[in-house]
């Protein structure tokens, strides 16, 4: 890995969504059908016999059903939810590698929330997408409860190459309360990205209702694979990061049953904890301060998304913006087009010579020119191969 080297401009990208927003792609994708699939092997085979062997372009996308018909609790269910087998090709009996999360943390809501609720506005718009050539799918769903106001769940699937489970809890604006961040990623099955947070809505820790940091301490001191250091290269730590987050890079797999899941449990259920023993303001002013700092946390996630461009090439640009600003982070404020964008610039060895890949993160779109010193000819713009964009991924999480 020595051979490659990041350099991202100063605004700080998030590492905790898809690292891999820099392929431009041509392929045609598929969006889920308009009935549900009960399986996700029915679901594949009505996508390929959807897909035209003639696209080679972005199809218009086909949103789902309007879920207000189904039952109250089809959400939970919906696109053959929890999935058990991968779109994608995999070489492990447990292909999904993060899918006992997702079932564990669906079952602890259903148990411990008080009147949960499915959103099934936000399901409807944005619950699942695939590229069936590409062999990827997302699927999302989102919940409130008494306790949050937002619950939103995400798991992408792309075989070996890739799998995520993304998952933010908003508390109720009743509780100025730090919001609770997951971000669980897998390329390859060889390198590993793990974050889990109480993302503070202060630098002060002293301005919410209730300290935590004291509670999460003994908790992470527990798991010495989760104590790792972010990069200020890449990070603004005193924007919605505790000092007790647990943060991981690692290698090897059995970190993520040792000592990731058993942490992210115990984060989950302690952020419970903490808003139950929280005593809820009625004071709507209050609460418009607490949703200001949603909003402010929101955009600020939303701006930083680098995921945008995966989305974009998988699933097409209209769809991708619209995910991450009205489904992801849903309070943000949407700037102008090309207002506020960013480029990665990626030096990778794809010849004998350097050379060197800009890519945005926003249109994912890519260019790519020789530093050799023999020659300043330049290259068409060319997706980088997948291989390449697992090594940025892996580069850019171990700066």
């Given amino acids: 890995m020595n051979n490659y080297h990041l350099h991202l401009s100063p605004m700080k990208v998030l590492l905790f969504v898809l690292p891999l927003a820099l392929l431009r792609s041509t392929d ?41 018909l189904m039952s109250h609790h089809a959400p939970e269910s919906a696109h053959g939810m929890p999935w058990k087998t991968t779109i994608g090709q995999s070489d492990h009996p447990d292909p999904l590698l993060y899918m006992p999360f997702w079932e564990w943390q669906m079952e602890y809501m259903k148990s411990e929330l008080t009147n949960l609720e ?11 997408q695939e590229n069936t050539q590409k ?36 508390p109720d604006p009743k509780y100025n309360l730090p ?18 947070d109480f993302q503070p809505l202060y630098s002060n820790e002293e301005e919410h209702a209730q300290t935590f940091s004291h509670r999460l301490a003994p908790i992470k001191s527990q798991y010495n694979s989760l104590k790792g250091q972010m990069s200020s290269k890449f990070y603004d730590e005193t924007q919605f990061f505790s000092k007790q987050m647990l943060f991981a890079r690692f290698e090897e797999e ?52 680098p995921a945008t461009g995966l989305f974009a090439a998988m699933f097409g640009k209209e769809w991708a913006d619209d995910y991450v600003f ?4 849903s309070m943000s404020e949407r700037k102008q087009e090309g207002e506020g964008e960013e480029e990665m610039v990626v030096v990778m060895p794809v010849s004998n010579h350097g050379a060197s890949v800009t890519v945005n993160n926003r249109s994912g779109a890519s260019s790519s020119s020789s530093s050799s010193s023999s ?8 997706p980088l191969s997948s291989q390449q964009r697992m090594t940025v991924a892996s580069v850019g999480a171990r700066q």
């Fill in 118 to 128: 499915p959103d099934l506005t936000a399901l409807s718009d944005f619950g699942y």
């Fill in 135 to 170: 062999k990827a799918r997302i699927v999302s769903q989102c919940y409130k409860s008494q306790e949050y106001r937002k619950i939103r769940m995400t798991y992408y699937d792309a075989g070996d190459n890739t799998q995520v489970f993304n998952s933010v809890w908003y």
């Fill in 28 to 68: 045609a994708f598929t969006s889920r059908p308009s009935s549900f699939a009960t399986t996700t092997t029915a679901t594949t085979a009505t996508a390929n016999t959807q897909s035209s062997s003639t696209h080679s372009s972005h199809s218009l996308l086909q949103r789902p059903r309007s879920l207000s």
């Fill in 254 to 305: 059995k970190v993520v049953h040792k000592d990731l899941f058993p942490a992210f449990k115990r984060y989950v259920m302690m952020h419970n904890r903490l808003v139950k023993e929280t005593r809820p303001v009625q004071d709507p002013t209050e609460h418009e301060k607490v949703l200001n700092r949603h909003r402010a946390y929101d955009t600020y996630s939303a701006e930083r998304d």
């Fill in 375 to 382: 020659s300043s000819s330049t290259t068409p713009p060319t």
């Fill in 326 to 329: 009205d489904f992801l982070f």
């Fill in 179 to 196: 919001i609770l961040g997951i971000d669980l990623l897998a390329f390859n099955r060889k390198k590993y990205l793990a974050i889990v």
